[in-house]
């Protein structure tokens, strides 16, 4: 697999050649620029916010129409309570660092591994080798830092910090403090060590109402707003399992030191799927034969931890027989994943997906792989696909009181014979005061071998010890006439269970930057001019579909151009007339930076016969018929049911220089 950057032809991609075009394109843009801007925040112009609507129209078909999900749009606003019960306020954070000569913040990950890739990379010129552009994460994209020295390491420290850097995503605050002691990880823009990592939480908190009494914050995920409407989804869905919720919607993180353009960015677009699984029967999947035969590239957890970053290509089929993959369910969606990423028009070759190592995964999380694209900044992860188990579901319920559970009929009675706490009500509360819910929720809440080992206690003492933490220094005792250990019989008709979900989770403005990446290639110009970008977009995906040029600024035109773009708007078909007076040639190129997959230009003999010219961005070949002729054509490639190829086997092939101007 490739290791430097370069363009769909295959050429070295310019990055600086690029992000000026999409800057003079205005895909995108720092938002409140002329106040100086804020890092991690940008705002999308026309271009961009095309190709977002067509990223997400696309997304919408391939997921929640094709597999019936039931799609909700919850409130980004998030009560302090939800967020704490799921872990986020005490858990969702990122290591930081200060340096305390200049005052920088640094992320701890980050500034580790740039500091051992400028000393591999120091190594490397020392050696006399050839450096290539290194596959990172765009959160190792650098700045250029002073004291990169050409320095030779030997090979044993080589061997060392390239271990280090396959798990560096695995190492947790003090590990990595660890390393910037061991290793001597000075900054290099001060010379001077930083402070040991500190968590800092990810979340933007606020307070809802005017009281300020209601703490909250601003969502990082969309997912907790499904879980908590899980109940009511379940019964829309008739009591129907297995299914899955959907969402698209803003998320915000405070990113420590966003500098990776669109990749790391404190507000952004996710669309997120929770798919609810009975996890007895190992979370088979009935759609899993439709996928088991596509081939993946996978980086699995072993061979991270043993330092290396080799993956192994195989059918999905084959990584869950082989255990590789947890579980089909699991397979399933990183199939479809791939499958949806391919249908965008992302390259093939800059596809794998990346298992996370122990250390890495989310508190949620009991698996995790994470579909990364390989861009200049290096691999990028565009969409995490988790097995949350019933992680979320449990600890919103047990906290609620909510029953967030599957109640399923049995085909068959079950005989249950269990240990049964009974609770003499009418005395226990009157007599534990305050304490009595406590000291009851921690009753019910014994396991059947603590009921048992409490039920021999109570014969004997005609008392138990309970263990309540916060209650009477976390032991209470309680006697016989207040609760009752008995071994019973029942027949259970109903199977109760807390569904696992498996998540898919996409953040659209990374898959949108890599998809422009991997469609992006330059055509060197007739007249001696710079080359000019071309963006490939595939048609469903690209911002505009069709380009309208007249051939001059002759008045005559106007009505024609006026009738093809609204007819191709009664077909739903997005068009932009360009009648300015730069030459067709000018006008197609500029449009081919937008991505515009098709131009029809108008000319003096439409106004004789009607017909118009047909040009494809990427052949710049054209047909010529008549307009209905060339509209269904544009139909048929907008909806993939044919090719440009057999587009021009169909129509008669036009000549670019029999345009005649007058
Ligand atoms: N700061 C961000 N900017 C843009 N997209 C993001 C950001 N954080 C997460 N995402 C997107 O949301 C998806 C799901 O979020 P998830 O919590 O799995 O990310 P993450 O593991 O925290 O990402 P990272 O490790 O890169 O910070 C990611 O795959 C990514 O596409």
Not at 93 to 116: Q, S, T
Not at 193 to 209: D, E, K
Not at 394 to 421: N, S
């Amino acid at each position: 697999m490739t290791t430097t950057a370069t363009t769909l032809k295959g050429q070295p991609l310019d990055k600086a050649v690029l992000e000026s075009m999409l800057r003079r394109r205005m895909f995108y843009t720092p938002s409140f620029e002329i106040y100086g801007g804020v890092s991690g925040l940008y705002d999308y112009g026309p271009p961009g916010c095309a190709l977002q609507a067509n990223i997400i129209d696309i997304w919408r078909k391939h997921f929640v129409l094709e597999e019936d999900m039931l799609e909700v749009d919850c409130t980004v606003l998030t009560p302090h309570e939800v967020l704490k019960t799921s872990g986020h306020v005490d858990k969702f954070a990122d290591w930081m660092c200060k340096d305390p000569k200049n005052g920088e913040i640094l992320r701890a990950d980050h500034f580790v591994e740039d500091v051992l890739e400028s000393r591999l990379k120091g190594d490397k010129e020392a050696r006399g080798e050839k450096i290539e552009e290194k596959e990172v994460d765009p959160k190792k994209k650098k700045k250029k830092t002073k004291g990169q020295e050409a320095i030779k390491l030997g090979d044993a420290v080589v061997k060392e910090y390239e271990e280090i850097l396959a798990q560096i995503d695995n190492y947790n605050g003090e590990q990595l403090g660890e390393l910037i002691i061991k290793y001597d990880l000075k900054n290099p823009a001060t010379g001077v060590l930083p402070t040991p990592p500190v968590a800092f939480n990810l979340m933007f908190q606020t307070s809802i109402g005017p009281s300020s009494n209601l703490a909250g914050y601003l969502r990082p995920e969309t997912a907790q707003g499904q879980f908590l409407n899980f109940a009511k989804l379940l019964e829309f869905n008739t009591g129907n399992m297995p299914f899955a919720s959907a969402s698209i919607g803003k998320s915000y993180r405070n990113e420590i030191s966003p500098r990776a353009g669109l990749l790391r960015v404190r507000e952004f677009l996710m669309a997120e799927i929770e798919h609810y699984v009975d996890p007895e029967g190992h979370k088979k999947h009935s759609r899993f034969h439709e996928v088991e035969d596509i081939e993946l590239v996978l980086l699995d957890r072993h061979t991270q931890l043993s330092g290396q970053t080799s993956v192994k290509k195989m059918t999905v089929g084959k990584a869950v027989k082989d255990g590789l993959v947890d579980n089909e369910t699991l397979g399933y969606f990183l199939a479809r994943i791939h499958l949806f990423l391919e249908k965008l028009g992302i390259d093939q070759s800059k596809i794998r997906f990346r298992q996370h190592m122990a250390n890495e995964m989310a508190h949620y999380a009991c698996d995790c792989w994470d579909a990364e694209l390989l861009t200049s900044t290096g691999w990028v992860e565009c969409v995490g696909c988790a097995d949350r188990s019933a992680y979320d579901l449990t600890v919103h319920a047990k906290k609620t009181g909510a029953p967030l559970i599957v109640r399923e009929r049995l085909d068959e009675p079950k005989i249950i014979e269990e240990w049964e706490t009974v609770i003499e009500k009418k005395k226990f509360g009157p007599f534990y005061k305050k304490d009595g819910k406590t000291i009851e929720a921690a009753i019910l809440a014994t396991s059947q071998e603590q009921r048992e080992t409490l039920a021999k206690e109570m014969e004997q003492n005609g008392k138990v010890v309970i263990d309540v933490p916060g209650v009477s220094e976390g032991k209470v005792e309680v006697s016989k006439d207040l609760l009752a250990l008995e071994f019973r019989k029942r027949t259970e008709n109903i199977r109760e269970y807390t569904p696992n979900v498996i998540e898919p989770s996409f953040g659209i403005g990374r898959i949108l930057y890599s998809l422009i990446e991997h469609n992006y290639w330059t055509r060197a110009s007739d007249g001696g001019d710079e080359a000019r970008g071309v963006l490939s977009f595939p048609p469903a995906v690209a911002p505009t579909k069709v380009l309208i040029v007249t051939l001059s600024t002759n008045q005559e035109f106007g009505p024609f151009t006026r009738k093809l773009s609204q007819k191709l708007r009664a077909v739903g078909i997005s068009s932009r007339v360009d009648d300015s007076s730069a030459s067709i040639g000018k006008r197609y190129s500029r449009n081919d930076e937008l991505g515009t997959p098709f131009g029809i230009t108008i000319d003096f003999q439409t106004v004789k016969d009607g017909s118009v010219t047909l040009r494809e961005r990427d052949s710049t070949h054209q047909v010529r018929a008549d307009e209905d002729k060339i509209i269904a054509a544009i139909q048929s490639l907008v909806n993939g049911a044919k090719s440009w190829r057999d587009i021009e086997s169909e129509l008669p092939v036009f000549e670019a220089q029999e345009l005649e101007v007058r």
